[in-house]
């Protein structure tokens, strides 16, 4: 079910929101200070484009950086791609079918909102905490 729900999900908005993530990683990645939020952005893009069976789980080792990076991430490049996520949502729970999937969209808001400090796991592994 998962697979069937990744490939509805990859046509439907996976590989746009994709693209978006791509876009806001490479520019991040221009100066030096960006990169790692530019490698932040290809991470949680990855988990855009193939969400289902991954779910995002807070690392405990985050701290105070994590903090000031998620804040300076927000006014760089959070809210432009939450609000992509936000579209793209109510877009998707126009149609009976697309509802899931816009809730998926919606249940990515706050991983694009703030990145640092968390990581994507698989569904099926249990997660050890660092």
Do not use: E
Request: proline share 5%.
């Amino acid at each position: 079910m998962k697979t069937i729900l990744n490939l509805i999900w990859l046509v439907l908005s996976g590989f746009w929101l994709f693209l978006g993530y791509l876009a806001a990683g490479l520019l991040l990645c221009v100066t030096i200070i960006g990169i790692p939020f530019g490698v932040a952005a290809f991470r949680i893009g990855g988990y855009a484009l193939w969400p289902f069976g991954r779910t995002v789980v807070d690392r405990r080792d985050a701290g105070a950086p994590s903090f000031v990076a998620n804040v300076l991430w927000l006014v760089l490049a959070g809210w432009w791609l939450a609000l992509g996520h936000i579209v793209t949502g109510i877009a998707l729970c126009v149609t009976i079918i697309g509802i899931p999937l816009g809730i998926a969209n919606f249940k990515l808001i706050p991983v694009s909102l703030l990145p640092l400090g968390k990581d994507i796991v698989s569904s099926n592994q249990p997660f050890t905490a660092r």
